[in-house]
């Protein structure tokens, strides 16, 4: 997985062909991941915007967690939340299983 593109989510192959997936389901789950890829990537480039509510923290750790569960944010934009101190370390490693390492300056 390509740590700027995240895989799509696509319907199950096998529910398809044996018909369990209608092509209307099928192209109403493709919109919504469509639309929940979008929304991830707003939220990322949100981040990056503090100006006058600097007190605002979004995302929070429960977005930021969200995302990358379900495959919309990568290990690199977590982390990203970490240097701009949406979530913590801690949190980190509770969302990706890994420890925190800080970009070298």
Known sequence: MDETNEPRIVPNDLQILTGKLSYQQMLD??????????????????MFIKGDQSDMN?????????FYE???????????????????SDNYKTITGDDYVAPKS
């Open 29 to 46: 789950e493709q919109s919504l991941t469509v639309i929940q890829e979008q929304n991830a990537k707003l939220v990322y480039q949100l």
């Open 70 to 88: 379900l495959n919309l944010w990568t290990k690199a934009m977590v982390a990203k939340a970490v240097e701009l101190e949406h979530i913590t």
């Open 58 to 66: 979004f995302p929070d750790f429960e977005t930021v967690k969200s």
